[in-house]
Nanobody, 129 residues
Framework: QLQLVESGGGLVEPGGSLTLSCKST????????IGWFRQAPGKEREGVSC?????????NYADSVKGRFTISRNNARNTVYLQMNSLKPEDTAVYYC?????????????????????WGEGTLVTVSS
């Protein structure tokens, strides 16, 4: 069982930045692929970014966030981060980190949903002036 906790959400103006954190309080995240997903009001949940286990040498991003968001991991702190820059109103959503034993780094939720079975409760990001 992997328990994930997100933090770092909040209200930010367009063009601003936020850093989200994903931690596990009871298990090591080092050996898990971790994904960030988001769900905007009235829309389906979508993949944002993911990072491979251990060194995190494999990362993937949704086209909508490429060049603006950066995912990273600090295994010593048992934390995965999502640095979000140049935020837009359309980035407003609840952001979730997630993982699973068979999850391979992909932001295609339709293709990988069967393998993503551990979810945090989410953190709200609101981009508005």
């Amino acid at each position: 069982q992997l328990q994930l906790v997100e933090s770092g959400g909040g209200l930010v103006e367009p063009g601003g930045s936020l850093t989200l954190s994903c931690k596990s309080t009871q298990s090591s995240l080092e050996y898990y692929t971790i994904g960030w997903f988001r769900q905007a009001p009235g829309k389906e949940r979508e993949g944002v970014s993911c990072i491979s286990p251990s060194s995190g040498h494999v990362t993937n991003y949704a086209d909508s966030v490429k060049g603006r968001f950066t995912i990273s991991r600090n295994n010593a702190r048992n934390t995965v981060y999502l640095q979000m820059n140049s935020l837009k109103p359309e980035d407003t959503a609840v952001y979730y980190c997630a993982s699973g034993g068979g999850y391979v780094c992909s932001v295609d939720l339709d293709a990988t949903s069967y393998a993503v079975n551990y979810w945090g409760e989410g953190t709200l990001v609101t981009v508005s002036s």
